[in-house]
Every structure is written in structure tokens, then in C-alpha cells.
């Protein structure tokens, strides 16, 4: 497996729009730090679009697509999204309409639930109260399973025909034909007619979890925070470059290298 070559190398010149998880890239120790969202809004003042893709719910999507410089947030995965319209307006679209959403949250939760009571303190995450698609079960936020019951959970889950990916919090479960991949691809399409072109250099995508190899396989300029490392000898796909920083000092990082190449200058990326 390739290894992730230093921030410094990447050709940053050209990007227009900033992809970024938010658990673990964007928090640190589970907060916003206030510079973190310095960063944020520096960069959406530099004229650089932003878009959150998270495994976290519809309900708090919608917030931080009302009250973040972003313009747009891919929530549960992939099985939805927020765009801002014309005059600031929202518009919410789903990867899979309600008849094939209907029975499949249905079946989710029978299957989500059956799993739960093999894994002793396996427990739905407290925020699964607001979603709409997929379901998160609760690892490392305020459960602390380990890594031998989160495996276990994956395997569990995985036999019964749900799909789970792990994030740096919680293993989000799903059942449809949609992860953080085809929801950008599709985000890409109907926000700004635009596809992510290999070679162009235009978007940036950065992360830190297993859920993020996908995306770390779908952009040539993919970025780990530097916590990456941590799960680099487990996930198919790793970043292409990786920051010094670990968390959202990772990700400022990031926006400082970026911030350098619009002004027209190398810049220091530390």
C-alpha cells in the first residue's frame, strides 16, 4: 500500500472546492475548535466552496447547512444531502426514493436491533434519534467498545446483509446502493453540473476514518489528518498526502496551504 506523501507535495494550485469529514478532521477531542472554524470561514472568504460529507444525521446536516460558511452537507453516508440555493435556500436531496427507503429503514432497525443485544453494551448513538436513513451504533463517543467490539459489531452487522462503515465515533449502518462516494459524485452533478475529473485538481477531499477510503480512492488530491495513520494498515485505500497535525489542527493546516497557493505564493503548509 502506498504511503501518504507529506502535505507539502501536493500541487494545490488549482482547487476550487474543499470535501471534508467531520468527526476527526474537523473536530478535535470531539469539539469545534474556534480556529477550526476561523479556517472555515477564511477559506470560504477566499472564494473556496466547502462541503461537509459526514456520517452524522439529516438533523444535523440541516444545522450546519443553515449556520456554516459551507455550501452544502452530505449526511448518513451518502443517503442524503443539503445544497444552498438561490437566496440561501436549502434544497434536500435523497440518493433513494421513499419507496425503497420506507422498507428498508424498516428492515434496519429489526436487524440493527437483533445485532445490539449480541454485543454486551452495544448501544444505538444518542444522535440516531435524528436520522432518516442509515443508523449509527455507538463504538468510541460515549460507549467504549474497543476495537474487538466494534470488529465484532462489523461482522455482525455485515452477515445480516447491512452495510457498515466505521467513522472515528460510531459503525453507520445502512441498507441501499449509496456511500460518501456516489453521493459526491451526484452532489457534484446537481449542485454544479460539474464531475470530479482525474488531473484537474479541482476539488480536494480530506478525512481520517475507514469511511473515507472511498473517497481517498476517488480524489486524487485526498488528504488524511495526520490521526490517519492510525487505521492506514486497515483501509483499502489511503489519502495521498497527509497533514503534520492530527484532527482540525490537521485540517488547518490544510486551509493554510490552500489560503498560500490563492494569494499566489508556496506559502509554509505547517
Not at 468527526?23 to 470560504?44: C, I, M, P
Not at 434519534?129 to 451504533?137: H, K, N, Q, S, W
Not at 485526498?222 to 490537521?250: C, H, K, M, Q, W
Request: aromatic share 8%.
Amino acid at each position: 500500500m502506498a504511503t501518504p506523501r507529506p502535505l507539502r507535495d501536493a500541487d494545490l494550485s488549482r482547487v476550487e472546492a474543499v470535501f471534508t469529514d467531520v468527526d476527526g478532521t474537523l473536530t478535535t477531542a470531539h469539539r469545534l475548535r474556534s480556529t477550526t472554524l476561523q479556517a472555515l470561514e477564511r477559506l470560504a472568504d477566499a472564494g473556496f466552496k466547502l462541503v461537509l460529507v459526514t456520517g452524522r444525521p439529516a438533523g444535523w446536516a440541516e444545522c450546519w447547512a443553515r449556520t456554516l460558511p459551507v455550501e452544502g452537507v452530505i449526511a448518513e453516508n451518502g443517503g442524503l444531502f443539503f445544497l444552498r440555493g438561490a437566496h440561501g435556500r436549502l434544497r434536500k436531496v435523497y440518493a433513494e426514493s421513499p419507496r425503497v427507503r420506507g422498507p428498508n429503514r424498516e428492515r434496519l432497525v429489526a436487524e440493527v436491533t437483533a445485532v445490539l443485544g449480541q454485543v454486551p453494551g452495544a448501544r444505538l448513538s444518542v444522535d440516531s434519534a435524528y436520522t432518516e436513513v442509515d443508523l449509527a451504533v455507538d463504538y468510541n463517543e460515549e460507549a467504549r467498545l474497543g476495537e474487538a467490539g466494534a470488529d465484532r459489531l462489523e461482522a455482525l452487522l455485515r452477515a445480516r446483509g447491512v452495510t457498515a462503515v466505521r467513522s472515528s465515533v460510531h459503525i453507520n449502518c445502512w441498507l441501499g446502493r449509496f456511500d460518501k462516494r456516489s453521493a459526491v459524485r451526484r452532489f457534484l452533478k446537481v449542485a454544479w453540473g460539474a464531475r470530479n475529473v482525474p488531473g484537474e485538481g479541482r476539488f480536494v477531499y480530506v478525512g481520517d476514518s475507514f469511511n473515507d477510503a472511498p473517497m481517498f480512492g476517488e480524489f486524487a488530491l485526498s488528504v488524511g489528518v495526520a490521526n490517519v495513520r492510525r487505521v492506514l494498515g486497515r483501509i483499502d485505500t489511503p489519502p495521498a498526502f497527509i497533514t503534520r497535525a492530527e484532527e482540525g489542527r490537521g485540517f488547518e493546516e490544510l486551509a493554510r496551504a490552500l489560503l498560500a497557493h490563492r494569494r499566489g505564493t508556496r506559502g509554509d503548509a505547517s
